[in-house]
């Protein structure tokens, strides 16, 4: 699995959490936050995608990640 594998799953988790950015063209340096995701819908979107590629990882972890490529290049060190 690769990195862009992962940012392809993070992108159908946001969709699903949030549906208004269904027509949204996603870049990697998109931030969860400023697309309007609170807290409660970042930690649904990483928890999902955790599960959709059976991994375990502390959401701590994740944390450091500044935008959406970030986050899909931190789960690919740990995958």
Do not use: C, W, Y
Request: proline share 4%; no cysteine; hydrophobic share 50%.
């Amino acid at each position: 699995m690769n990195q862009e594998h992962i940012f392809e799953i993070i992108i159908g988790h946001v969709r699903e959490v949030l549906p208004e950015l269904e027509a949204h063209a996603f870049q990697q340096t998109d931030s969860l936050r400023a697309l309007g995701a609170n807290s409660i819908d970042r930690a649904d979107i990483l928890m999902m995608t955790l599960e959709s590629l059976s991994l375990n990882i502390p959401l701590p972890e994740m944390a450091k990640a500044e935008n959406i490529g970030e986050l899909a290049s931190i789960i690919h060190a740990k995958a």
